[in-house]
C-alpha cells in the first residue's frame, strides 16, 4: 500500500523557514516524480514545486522554496524560506503515476503551515 | 503559465441525474508526440485530499467508477458524471501538465438539489 506522510508544518513568524517532510512508503520511490501542492483556507490548489529529472516552481515561490528528495531514505522535502501570511496552507505532497504522467495518484493527509506574528 | 479556467464555479444536481463540469485551457494541452492530452481531473470531498479521477483527459483511474468520463481535446475538456451519488458531493478539479510547471482549475463545487 502506497503511504505519505507529510510533518514539519507548524506557526511560523513572517520571514522565518520551515523544513517541510513527506515519508513515502509501498513504491519504489525513484520511479516517480513527486509535487508539493498547497491549499489556502478555504481555497482552491496551487502547484508549489513539481521534482522529476528536475524541479519546477510556482512563480509565488519561486527563489524561496526548495524542493528535495532523498531516494536514500524514500523523502521528499520543501525548505521554506522567507515565508509570508500568503503562504498560509495545508501542504500536501503526492506521488506521480510514472511514465510521462504527471498526474497524481496517491497523496498524503497534508500539513498545515501558518504563517503569522 | 497555462491558465486552466473551470465552468461553473459551482453546481447543483438532483441524485440520479446527469453532471457536467467544463474546463478551458489558455493554450493547448494536447502534445502531438505523445498524440495525448495532458489533462487530470480530481475530486476532493471535505475535509480530504485530492483523488485522481481521470487522466490522459480520459482514462480513468482504477477503481473510479465508471460513472465518471472525461472527454475534449486541445483546449476544451469535460468531466461528465452520469448519475450522481451521494458520496460525489465534493469539489472538482482540472489539472494540466503540458507544461514542466503544472496547474489547477480553479474547482467546481457540486452539490446536490
Known amino acids: 500500500e502506497v503511504r505519505l506522510l507529510e510533518s514539519g508544518g507548524g506557526l511560523v513568524q513572517p520571514g522565518g523557514s520551515l523544513r517541510l517532510s513527506c515519508a513515502a512508503s509501498?513504491?519504489?520511490?525513484?520511479?516517480?516524480?513527486l509535487i508539493w501542492v498547497r491549499q489556502a483556507p478555504g481555497k482552491g490548489l496551487e502547484c508549489v514545486a513539481v521534482i522529476d529529472v528536475k524541479a519546477y516552481y510556482a512563480d509565488s515561490v519561486k527563489g524561496r522554496f526548495t524542493i528535495s528528495r532523498d531516494n536514500s531514505k524514500s523523502a521528499l522535502y520543501l525548505q521554506m524560506n522567507s515565508l509570508r501570511a500568503e503562504d498560509t496552507a495545508v501542504y500536501y505532497c503526492a506521488k506521480s503515476i510514472g511514465g510521462s504522467g504527471g498526474f497524481y495518484d496517491s497523496w498524503g493527509q497534508g500539513t498545515l503551515v501558518t504563517v503569522s506574528s | 503559465d497555462i491558465v486552466m479556467t473551470q465552468s461553473p464555479d459551482s453546481l447543483a444536481v438532483s441524485l440520479g441525474e446527469r453532471a457536467t463540469i467544463n474546463c478551458k485551457s489558455s493554450q493547448s494541452v494536447f502534445i502531438s508526440s505523445s498524440n495525448k492530452n495532458y489533462l487530470a481531473w480530481y475530486r476532493q470531498r471535505p475535509g480530504q485530499p485530492p483523488e485522481l479521477l481521470i487522466y490522459w483527459a480520459s482514462t480513468r483511474e482504477s477503481g473510479v467508477p465508471d460513472r465518471f468520463s472525461g472527454s475534449g481535446s486541445g483546449t476544451d475538456f469535460t468531466l461528465t458524471i452520469s448519475s450522481l451519488q451521494a458520496e460525489d458531493v465534493a469539489v472538482y478539479y482540472c489539472q494540466q501538465h503540458a507544461s514542466g510547471r503544472h496547474t489547477f482549475g480553479q474547482g467546481t463545487k457540486l452539490e446536490i438539489k
Open positions: 509501498g513504491f519504489t520511490f525513484t520511479n516517480y516524480a
